[in-house]
């Protein structure tokens, strides 16, 4: 799981701290899963125990240094960090942050500490060991340097969100086996992820979806027991993690024969996909993609409630930038994306579509395979 | 999803809002998950997405108040809560601050606004924008109210434990069916989520674990594809939800019979988690729980590196408090605790045993169906 050559997160840390030296950044302080796998290849699911803060610490030269609880040093052991300082957590005196504090004051040096502060970015740590940190250590914004950093994906990332992605293909073309009108929601829900297992994924750590008449209430909310129903369109976004990386990417289903206003509306979100994808190449911005989407899913009247048409994958479910007028995030050859165009049918339902792109030298390339025009049928 | 009854809800804010008034707290803000979710009943797999803070401010008196994106305005609206103030997220000038700052203005007129700041609370917005929040607004900790009060379950809360520790329980029990000598560990790991999935969980957060000669090298490594030998010990540590609450419990199953040695350390892991159970009641305190599994681990030794012999569980894989010597939380019913005694082996390998229970008003019950001195057996 962690079988990325060293070579990999050598590369990574060396482009960070090229960075960091044009920003007079002494040391870098990283506290979240993705930040410390990014530059470590750390992969445990036991960040999903809140208990215990991490710490990461990148020098301006060399490799990076981990100030851990004692219960992550035989993993931590196993990636090609060397330098790694451990204490007995959950220590309620002092959970680290001596230990963490001595660390940064002896690399820096006096120098300028950055951390990630900036939009879509967290704190892992509770607040009171932050403040304390503060009073013994001054600490910046890096200026989004790791988030930057990470938008633009490597070879080998790339070929993790593929195989991700494989596995979701081969997933939703299996939907048919387990939905049908009369199948309770949840049940599905319960099913899909089961797929997706089967298919080889790691963990399935997002499902979202719906199903109505032509469309969604909403597309964020969990499955309840309703059964589909003939007429209904049913969405399924799945986000499964695969070696540690995320597709991210949905497929609508018709229960029987759609209504003409589904189908068009389908047809409309297949169209924008299209559209962006085919302008999409280093260069252009995400707003750019965003307004080639809403003109055909609005006619230009500035997206929906849902805020936007797509945004960054990866190591996250979702990442920078953003597909909205705002974001003039410039692509470049590498960074990988999802499409994700919405319209809203005449009855008020939200119909949503998302593929996954790779940005290349030339254009994009698709990372799961495009849906058609026509919507999948599920027999009613 | 969200069907807990609005008495439910109403019973947890209002006594929130007591212990508000004791400590002059005119208002709360939360930003986490489990915290919202808490209060509000609202549950949804989104939070996985890092891009979009979400915000929830609790008054002196009446419903919490949502600040949220717009894109969960509709499942927010299925939820108790009747005041919803949204704007289109992810907003690159202002993400939500100016609307959340109003609202605390509006709502705490003056007086101190507490957020969760102690031990295992995170802030989930950027750093940036919390700095801005607080150029308008003074905030100050909680006092780990929110942790402290989400500590003590309710029936409700107790019953969809236990309604996830027997799922996790039939999962466990089909294991032979998935593993034996010559699978690998990733295929198992796969099938053992499918089989939670099969047994009614509505997804899997966590799944640890690992297998060797006698027990594991770290107990928080995810799976790689070497397969199961005879002698091999091998422990599956899941933690699965089902409507919102977790269970949070391990089991050790031997590849052929074990050596006496395995046989051993699994029966005094037995015998720690019975002498825990056997002594758990109102008003004596996890240290108790700690020191009487200790001098059966390590004679009194002081632990392992694993760091603590147990926790809470519930909305979260782990909550407050820890069964660690210093953790002098006094036991009080309805509490929900892992027993997760830990012991090393003649050969440096890691053994651990976990069960859940409740405390009732004179003593304790298991959640999980309590494993036996003998340890389950895989074909060799």
């Given at each position: ?171 939703f073309a299996r939907v048919p086996e387990i939905a049908r009108a009369g199948t309770p929601l949840d049940d599905i829900f319960?099913h899909f ?16 979806g719906g199903a109505g008449p032509d469309g969604c209430a909403?597309v964020?909310?969990?499955a309840d027991s309703t059964p589909l129903k003939a007429g209904d369109i049913m969405m399924l976004d ?12 949905d497929r609508n289903f018709a229960v029987g024969p759609p209504s003409a206003e589904a189908a068009a509306a389908h ?78 049918l005449?009855n008020?339902a939200t119909m949503v579509h ?17 849906a058609?025009?026509a919507l999948p049928l599920l027999e009613a």
């Open positions: 799981m962690t079988d990325f050559p060293p070579a990999e997160f050598e590369a990574r840390v060396v482009k960070a701290q090229t960075t960091m030296a044009e920003r007079g950044l002494a040391a870098l302080l990283l506290t979240t899963e993705p930040d410390i796998r990014y530059f470590t290849g750390f992969l445990t699911r036991f960040w999903e125990s809140p208990t215990r803060p991490w710490f990461v610490v990148l020098p301006a030269s060399g490799r990076p240094i981990a100030v851990i609880p004692s219960i992550g040093a035989p993993l931590m052991a196993r990636t090609w960090v060397e330098d790694i300082r451990t204490w007995q957590s959950p220590d309620l005196a002092d959970d680290g942050v001596t230990l963490l504090a001595d660390t940064l004051k002896s690399i820096a040096k006096g120098g300028q500490i950055g951390t990630p502060m900036e939009a879509e970015s967290h704190l892992r740590m509770p607040l009171t060991d932050w403040h304390r940190l503060g009073d013994m250590i001054d600490l910046t914004s890096d200026g989004a340097l790791v988030r930057d950093q990470r938008m633009v994906k490597s070879e080998a990332e790339i070929a993790r969100i593929r195989t991700a992605c494989g596995i979701a293909d081969r997933a319960r992820q089961m797929l997706c297992l089967e298919e080889g994924a790691d963990w399935v750590p997002y499902l979202a909403d964020i909310s969990p799945t986000g499964l993690i695969k070696s540690g990386y995320f597709c991210d990417f047809a409309q979100l297949i169209d924008a996909t299209t559209a962006a994808f085919e302008m999409a190449r280093p260069g252009i911005t995400t707003a750019d993609l965003f307004h080639a989407m809403d003109k055909i899913c609005t006619g230009g009247g500035g997206g929906t409630e849902a805020g936007r048409y797509g945004h960054g994958v990866g190591m996250q479910l979702t990442e920078w930038p953003s597909m909205i007028p705002a974001d003039q995030t410039i692509l470049k050859t590498g960074m990988t994306l999802t499409l994700e165009p919405s319209v809203i005449p008020g998302e593929e996954n792109i790779v940005i290349t030298a030339t254009g994009a390339e698709f990372l799961s395979t495009p058609k025009h």
